[in-house]
Each structure stands twice: as structure tokens, then as C-alpha cells.
T-cell receptor
Framework: SAVISQKPSRDICQRGTSLTIQCQVD?????MFWYRQQPGQSLTLIAT?????????ESGFVIDKFPISRPNLTFSTLTVSNMSPEDSSIYLC???????????FGPGTRLTVT | GQNIDQPTEMTATEGAIVQINCTYQ??????LFWYQQHAGEAPTFLSY??LDGLEEKGRFSSFLSRSKGYSYLLLKELQMKDSASYLC??????????WGAGTKLIIKP
């Protein structure tokens, strides 16, 4: 398994501002993912952030809105840019270890945009 | 398209047994995962099936039939702490997880 931490755990932000969420893993992992989860709903994948390549975004998510950095095998950041109330959600990072590639999740960042 | 179906909500009694079903249609298959998610917390890994049959792990068991595109999670001797959402996820041909909407399990005394 892997131990994953996220910062901040929660934040309340003003409309139009940006927030950067950090994800730190206790071991080196290649595959890292960023998800969004609306209250009472399942997980929606934002992007896959593998070290050494550009992040791959899912349909409906663009780099200008959700820029991602992956500078090394233990760390990643997700920025939520020009926020609106619709961006209020829980943001989760996860990592996939070797086969069978089960994913382990960070504790999440609860974002509220006012 | 890719689709995973599971019931939205189930209710069971403490000490009883409950079965949560999951059916799937995906492009490729590299295994099926079950996750548990308590309210306000991150999902935690419960089980993994890639071959047909039953995998048992303590009070929890998971079953897979690849030909039917079907899995279930069986919880025995239910405890109040088992109240949570249970997420079914399939690993597709790119090892990306396709997630079901989750089943909210309510345990009553």
C-alpha cells in the first residue's frame, strides 16, 4: 500500500481566485490520478499524471482550468483556476501501484467557492 | 460505451448478510475492484477479482463472472461500522478505473 497526504485538507475560496492542492506519497510511484467527487456522487477522473509525461485530461476537463504538475515520483499538484461555485467539491489524488494497479487515495481536499 | 451499474441504496440489519451487485460493460477488462467509502472520507481498497470465482477476505467476499459481466460483494455478520458507500470499479484495457456510482449501505440495529 501507499500513504498519501494532501494539503490543504479544506479551504474556502473567493470566486475568480485559484487554489493549488498538493499531493505527497511516501514511496515512488509512476501512476497518479486526480479525481473530483461531488457530495453524494461517485468519483470523476480529472486527469492522469504520470511522471515524465504531460498530464492526460478526461473529457470535460482542460489544462487551462486544471493545470497539473508532476515534478518527481512522490509529488504532484493540481490547481483549480478562476474558480466558480460549481468547482465546490472534494478533490482526491490517488496512486496506482504495480499489477493489479489498485489505487490508494489521499484524504481529499474539500473546496468551497463562494 | 462504458457502463457500470450498482444499486443506489440498500438497507440491512446488524448481524445479517447483504449482497451488493455490480454489472459492467467496458472496453477491455483487467480486473474488478471494490472500495469502501465512509461519509467524508476517501475510498479504501477492499478487494480485487480478475478471474472467475469467489475471493474471501474475512467477513467480506467478492465474486466475479466475466462472461456475465457481473460481480457482487458479500458482507457477513454486518456491523454498524459497515454503514458506508461501496464502489465497484473496473480496470479497462488501459488500466484506468471506470467507477460505478456507488451503493450506499445503511445498517439498522
Amino acid at each position: 500500500s501507499a500513504v498519501i497526504s494532501q494539503k490543504p485538507s479544506r479551504d474556502i475560496c473567493q470566486r475568480g481566485t485559484s487554489l493549488t492542492i498538493q499531493c505527497q506519497v511516501d514511496s515512488q510511484v509512476t501512476m497518479m490520478f486526480w479525481y473530483r467527487q461531488q457530495p453524494g456522487q461517485s468519483l470523476t477522473l480529472i486527469a492522469t499524471a504520470n511522471q515524465g509525461s504531460e498530464a492526460t485530461y478526461e473529457s470535460g476537463f482542460v489544462i487551462d482550468k486544471f493545470p497539473i504538475s508532476r515534478p518527481n515520483l512522490t509529488f504532484s499538484t493540481l490547481t483549480v483556476s478562476n474558480m466558480s461555485p460549481e468547482d465546490s467539491s472534494i478533490y482526491l489524488c490517488s496512486v496506482a501501484l504495480s499489477d493489479p494497479y489498485e489505487q490508494y487515495f489521499g484524504p481529499g481536499t474539500r473546496l468551497t467557492v463562494t | 460505451g462504458q457502463n457500470i451499474d450498482q444499486p443506489t441504496e440498500m438497507t440491512a440489519t446488524e448481524g445479517a448478510i447483504v449482497q451488493i451487485n455490480c454489472t459492467y460493460q467496458t472496453s477491455g477488462f483487467n480486473g474488478l475492484f471494490w472500495y469502501q467509502q465512509h461519509a467524508g472520507e476517501a475510498p479504501t481498497f477492499l478487494s480485487y477479482n480478475v478471474l472467475d470465482g469467489l475471493e474471501e477476505k474475512g467477513r467480506f467476499s467478492s465474486f466475479l463472472s466475466r462472461s456475465k459481466g457481473y460481480s457482487y460483494l458479500l458482507l457477513k455478520e454486518l456491523q454498524m461500522k459497515d454503514s458506508a458507500s461501496y464502489l465497484c470499479a473496473v480496470s479497462d484495457s488501459n488500466y484506468q478505473l471506470i467507477w460505478g456510482a456507488g451503493t450506499k449501505l445503511i445498517i439498522k440495529p
